[in-house]
């Protein structure tokens, strides 16, 4: 893929960034003036929240669940949408 692509959005599946603290690093990021296409989730796999970085490109930041991770059935990710 070209650089060209990736600067202008196209560039695949973006980036994923661990955090031990989504929340705060949402809430610092943000007063530091980024902007996000969503606000901090809880999902089964932890607490996530979206952006995209300035050619557009997907950025996800995830904090892992505390406990151990249990995946939803499909029937209740059905009920969840």
């Known amino acids: ?3 060209e ?3 202008k959005g196209a560039g695949g599946g973006g980036v994923i ?3 031990d603290d989504c929340r705060g690093t949402y ?3 943000r007063a530091a003036g980024v902007e996000f ?12 929240c979206a952006l995209r ?7 996800r ?8 991770m249990r995946v ?3 029937e209740e990710l059905r009920a969840q949408a």
């Open 17 to 19: 960034f661990h955090t």
């Open 61 to 68: 930041i995830t904090q892992p669940p505390d406990g151990p």
């Open 5 to 7: 692509l990736v600067s």
């Open 53 to 59: 970085d300035p050619f557009g490109n997907p950025v």
């Open 27 to 29: 809430e610092r990021l």
């Open 37 to 48: 296409t969503q606000e901090p989730t809880e999902r089964f796999y932890g607490t996530d």
């Open 1 to 3: 893929m070209s650089a």
């Open 72 to 74: 939803p059935t499909a």
